[in-house]
Each structure stands twice: as C-alpha cells, then as structure tokens.
C-alpha cells in the first residue's frame, strides 16, 4: 500500500500531465500551421446580375395628380376718362367679349371760338364726347362699381368679370419635366367621380422658380430641372404617378385649360396623362442599368471573363423613358450585356427571397 502511494499514484499522476501537455503543444503550433486548402470551399457565391439589351416599344406617358381649379376673374378696366352718364348692363349679368358695359361722358378741348358780329369775343360751347367702356372678356359681370355721375379715370378697376371657365393643375417632379421636354401631345383628363376622360389641348408646363409659362397648344416649355439630373429620381412605375409615388420634390406645374362642354366644378381630383412620344423597336435597357436618364448616360458592360472580370464603363445616348426601360440611341447594341445595377447604387430596402441582393439606382 505505501508504494502505491509512494511510486505508482504520483507516476500516474505525471502520465497525465504529460499527455495534456503534448495535446495543448500540437492544437497550438502543429494544427495552426497547417494549409487552409484542405478546408470546404463556401458552397455559395453573390453573382452580379446582369441584362442584355433588348428591343422593346418605348412609350413615355406621363400622369399627373392635379385639382380643377376657377379661373381667375378678369379686371374691368375704364379706357376712357370722363363722367358714367349710361350702365348698360347690372351685376350678374351674362356678357360676350366686346359688349359695352357703361358709357362715359368726355369734354374735348376747345381751343378757340368764332366772333361775334361785331367783332366780340365769344366763350366757346364745351363739346362732348361719348365712349362705351366694353367688356374685356366673355362671362358673368361679377362686380361693376360705377355709379351714375361718377368720375372714372383711365385704367381705373372699376368691374370684374367671371370667365366661367376652369383649368386642371398638378405638380410635377424635375424627373417629371425632365420626361416631358419633348414637345408632348394633348392631356387626357380623367375626373375623379366626374364624366368619362376627354382631351385637354392647351397644355401648359410652369417652372415653380420662374413666372414665365410654357408654349400651349399642345407644345411644353422646356424649363424644369437643372442638368445631371440622376436616374433615381425618375424611376417611378410606367406612366409615372402622383407625387408622393414619385418621391420627388415639385419644380414644376402642369396645368391645361378644360375645353367646353364637360361638366365640371372647382376642387374636383384629376389625373392628367400627358404622352410625350412613341419610339418603336429600340434598343432598351432598365433605368437601373444607366446612370443619368436624359441625353447622355452610363453603362457598364459585363466583363468578357464572366462574373470575376471587371466590368468596361461606356458613355451611351439616351431617348425616351417610360419610367421602367430607357432607349439608348446610341453606344449600345441590341445583345450586349450590362449590369443590371449601377455600380456603388445604395440598396433598397425591402423583403427579399433567398439568394437575392437588392440594389438601388445612383444618379
């Protein structure tokens, strides 16, 4: 029993420790050295998703969310100067464009008079004259404030009149305008709970930082947004949309007169479709492939290698949109590959399936 204890216990004891040591001495320098090549390649890898281009029908249709809004009432103004003998018509009454409103009593000047007989100089008569003040636009006399025996001078508001007529208004995003600069057709307008959709000619397109309107009669001023202008901004659904779809800031106002005939009141809703031109069998690719979305644009051609080779950035031409495709008129041809994402784009948030990396377009 004492050598058990003495010798046998303490020798055990040693083997133990020994072995633990050994077992700390290869986990850390002979298992650390050896090559990771042996270790299982990942099973997965993110790809760079890319498109080719193809020929597609670009239709650039435009709809602005607008409110029927009362035209403005036009100012009666005197052009005579002088004395109201006459009032034609009274407050409320329905006029046409020229019809005379009141008359005005004017003394011309008389800068001499003939002698009498015996050779007396004689006080000359006044001579009057009469001139009718007429409407300056068709509609109802809202206010006429002339009185009888009232002196009015030239250029003097003295009426108003209520055209009667309405016009459909909506902002629009600087990717809006930048979609519409090229001279687009006629408006259809759909009322909000109102008659079926009609045409609208006179359009009108108003940069919210200038007062200078657009050209009507179907033409729209170019005057919205400044160059550079990013993709992101212009990548509404096709057809566009109202601004809180469109997420963009208003620069500008659309506006179109109603013609005569449908039945309409003010603070009515409407949507205005405005097509800015049809560009058949083109080459195409998505908004999100192209940096910058009017005129001059990038994209980057998928490398020749496959997914490891970087890809070559190319300068294209750009036509229409629809706010989903872009024509590329030039600088890319029907086939070629190109990144379906622009580079660097931050990414969109929103649920995504397995396997799959969600990409924004930069501007």
Do not use: H
């Not at 204890?5 to 303490?10: H, M, S, T």
């Not at 009593?105 to 004259?129: F, H, I």
């Not at 930082?209 to 992101?232: N, Q, Y």
């Not at 963009?248 to 009141?265: D, K, Q, R, Y």
């Amino acid at each position: 029993m004492g050598t058990f204890r003495r010798v046998i216990l303490p020798v055990a004891w040693l083997l133990v420790f020994a072995i633990i040591a050994v077992a700390l001495v290869k986990i850390a320098f002979v298992d650390g050295l050896e090559s990771s090549a042996a270790e299982p390649a990942p099973l997965a890898q993110v790809d760079i998703p890319v498109v080719p281009a193809t020929r597609a029908t670009v239709t650039n249709t435009v709809q602005i969310k607008g409110t029927v809004q009362s035209d403005a009432a036009q100012t009666v103004r005197s052009t005579s100067a002088g004395k109201v003998v006459k009032i034609f018509v009274e407050q409320g009454a329905t006029v046409a464009k020229g019809d005379a409103l009141f008359q005005v009593k004017a003394e011309r000047a008389v800068t001499s008079a003939p002698a009498s007989k015996d050779g007396t100089p004689t006080t000359p008569k006044p001579v009057y004259d009469y001139f009718d003040i007429a409407a300056p636009s068709a509609g109802t006399l809202q206010q006429l404030t002339t009185l009888i025996d009232q002196q009015v001078t030239v250029g003097e508001a003295v009426g108003k009149i209520d055209p009667g007529t309405y016009t459909v208004a909506g902002s629009v995003t600087a990717a809006q305008q930048y979609r519409l600069l090229g001279k687009p057709g006629p408006a259809e307008i759909a009322l909000v709970g109102g008659p079926a959709p009609f045409q609208c000619t006179e359009v009108t397109l108003k940069n919210n930082a200038s007062d200078d309107a657009g050209t009507t009669s179907g033409g729209l001023a170019a005057t919205g947004g400044g160059a550079g202008m990013g993709v992101g901004a212009a990548l509404a659904g096709p057809g566009g949309g109202s601004q809180p779809e469109e997420g963009g800031t208003p620069t500008g106002t659309l506006s179109c007169a109603i013609p005569a005939g449908p039945e309409v009141f003010a603070g009515l809703g409407a949507t205005m479709t405005v097509s800015a031109g049809v560009a058949p069998d083109v080459v195409t690719v998505p908004l999100t492939s192209v940096k910058g979305s009017v005129k001059d644009g990038i994209v980057w051609i998928a490398g020749p290698g496959g997914a490891g080779a970087a890809p070559e950035q190319r300068t294209v031409q750009l036509g229409l949109n629809d706010g989903s495709v872009v024509e590329v008129t030039s600088g890319l041809a029907e086939g070629e590959q190109v990144l379906e994402f622009v580079p660097g784009a931050p990414a969109v948030q929103g649920p995504m399936g397995p396997g799959q990396v969600a990409f924004a377009p930069a501007g």
